[in-house]
């Protein structure tokens, strides 16, 4: 069996800078520096065909890239007791519009709808139950904290390993979103064929 997600590597600067928020704190797992991403998109154990249609359906997401930024801390809480701690990603249009294409696509094949809503979040630390003071002690140390914006030109398939020491996760796949040819003002003047004279070399659009 697979364990994937989808998510959103980092670039080496900001995974180097997330590093860089570690603290001593008792029982704190940290994520590793090669490990933080931004999930979109958890699925859990699928058979080697069920991940070949995953891998597919998501070659046919086509999206824009986009920049992203970090600022600040949160945290997930359950009865009182932290979680994980994680850096926040600021609100992003781009960022849900290929979140939410990514959960069509992925509806489409079977996979089960996640029933959380979304909300970005880079995990930095994860905790079996550590106090919510403690924690907010740790984000006032660290804070502030800011990264970016930086340049997110891709979706990755990860496989995640279990392992005692912590997971590792593979990349399995890397879909590219799309550049900015599209946005480039000269591209975009000839992009109309149906204004372009392909018999003539030197044919300008009509406008
Ligand atoms: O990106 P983060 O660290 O928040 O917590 C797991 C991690 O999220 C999450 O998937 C990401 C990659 O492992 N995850 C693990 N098991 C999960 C589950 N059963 C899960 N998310 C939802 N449901």
Known sequence: MNRLFVALALPDHVRAALSGLRRGFPGARWVAEENFHL????????DNRAMDDIAEELDRVREPGFDLELDGFGSFETKGKVRALWARILASEDLNHLQRKIDTALDAVGVARETRRFKPHVTLARFRDAPLDRVNELICEASPFSAGPFPIGSFTLFRSFLHRDGPVY????VYPLDGDAFSDPYFDEF????????????AVPSH
Do not use: H, K, S, W
Request: avoid cysteine.
């Open 39 to 46: 999930t979109l998109r958890f699925i859990g154990e699928v």
């Open 170 to 173: 593979r990349p399995e796949m």
């Open 191 to 202: 992009r109309d064929d149906d204004e372009y004279d392909f018999q003539d070399e030197n």
